[in-house]
């Protein structure tokens, strides 16, 4: 008796099978352009975020660098024995302007 197997073996496709792989095909092909316009969208976001990333990094290094950054900080406004105005950091007390008055100042210290 005859014995019976199976192979893989080269069948032509029906034309209702081609037009079903065809409309696969045309979803697979709407998915891959769907994905590319995503993976642009996202190396684009990325990109800005890595930008952002890059100047604060840049900021922060400069500011420990330097070791300084500026802040606002009360000063005070005092004439010393020559006539002269110091500028004095309220903070630290140390003086970091001597100047000549300005014409308000003079008649501030005329009243």
Do not use: Y
């Not at 034309?15 to 316009?37: C, F, H, I, M, Y």
């Not at 110091?86 to 210290?109: H, L, M, S, Y």
């Amino acid at each position: 008796m005859p014995e019976k197997e199976t192979r893989m073996l080269a069948v032509a496709l029906t034309p209702a099978e081609l037009l079903t792989a065809g409309q696969w095909l045309a979803e697979v092909t709407r998915a891959v352009s769907d994905e590319e316009k995503r993976a642009i969208e996202v190396k684009n976001s990325l990109k800005h975020e890595m930008a952002m990333l890059e100047t604060r990094r840049s900021s922060l290094a400069t500011l420990i660098s330097r070791g300084t950054e500026l802040r606002e900080v009360e000063i005070r406004k005092q004439f010393d024995d020559a006539g002269h105005v110091e500028v004095i950091r309220c903070d630290t007390g140390k003086v970091i302007e001597v100047r000549a008055p300005t014409d308000d100042e003079r008649q501030t210290k005329l009243l």
